[in-house]
């Protein structure tokens, strides 16, 4: 779908418990990206990863991990620290850093 | 910080009207200022991107116009059409944070 998969579409956390979030691109993206989207608001950086292990913190950092073992695959770790994690969830993946993103479809994640 | 403000949060216009979003940074290093379109409960997707050394670019209907004088561009979209309805995102690449700070989006309704 797009050459790049986000999944679960739909993914409900237990207080105290982590997820993670996978991110599959197939485009040789070198540049990968995780934003977090909130109501209202634009996209904000959680992590971006500009080569294989390699990843950058981004400006929402804090309660999240990631990890970028191989080229094609970025997932994205929600910790029990994230104390607001109910949010919508987007992957993406260019091939120059930063320039014509390619999105994923996107996890929602809610708290029960 | 580096900001991006958009404007308007939301515009309604009739179909085959014109319709203008603005956005402003303030980052004077910034060198790249894409657009982004998110349909419902889509992914979003770049319709259109200017690099600073250009003050304008068009693509059909679409259009960014860029004054690095003011730190302000715009996208026009003309001849509205219902699918252009959408919530659309400016962005700018901050030379100084090397990343893309995006502005809050603007959610357009084109009314038959």
């Known amino acids: 779908d797009g050459g790049i998969t986000q999944s679960p579409k739909y993914l409900f956390r237990k207080e105290g418990q982590n997820v993670t979030l996978s991110c599959e691109q197939n485009?040789?993206?070198?540049?990968m990206y995780w934003y977090r989207q909130d109501p209202g608001q634009g996209l904000r950086l959680i992590y971006y990863s500009q080569i294989v292990n390699d990843f950058q913190k981004g400006d929402i950092a804090e309660g999240y991990s990631v990890s970028r073992e191989k080229k094609e695959s970025f997932p994205l770790t929600v910790t029990s620290a994230q104390k607001n994690p109910t949010a919508f969830y987007l992957c993406?993946?260019?091939?120059?850093?930063?320039?014509?993103?390619?999105f994923g479809s996107g996890t929602q994640l809610s708290v029960l | 910080g580096e900001n991006v403000e958009q404007h308007p949060s939301t515009l309604s216009v009739q179909e085959g009207d014109s319709a203008v979003i603005k956005c402003t940074y303030s980052?004077?290093?910034?060198?790249?200022f894409p657009w982004y379109k998110q349909e419902l409960g889509k992914r979003p997707q770049l319709i259109i991107d200017i690099r600073s050394n250009v003050g304008e670019k068009k693509d059909q209907r679409i259009a960014v116009t860029l004054n690095k004088t003011a730190k302000h561009f715009s996208l026009h979209i003309t001849e509205t059409q219902p699918e252009d309805s959408a919530v659309y995102f400016c962005?700018?690449?901050?030379?100084?944070?090397?990343?893309?700070?995006f502005g809050a989006g603007t959610r357009l309704a084109v009314h038959p």
């Open positions: 485009l040789n993206h070198d540049a």
């Open positions: 993406a993946s260019s091939m120059a850093t930063n320039e014509k993103l390619f």
């Open positions: 962005a700018d690449l901050s030379g100084g944070y090397n990343k893309l700070i």
């Open positions: 980052d004077s290093a910034s060198n790249y």
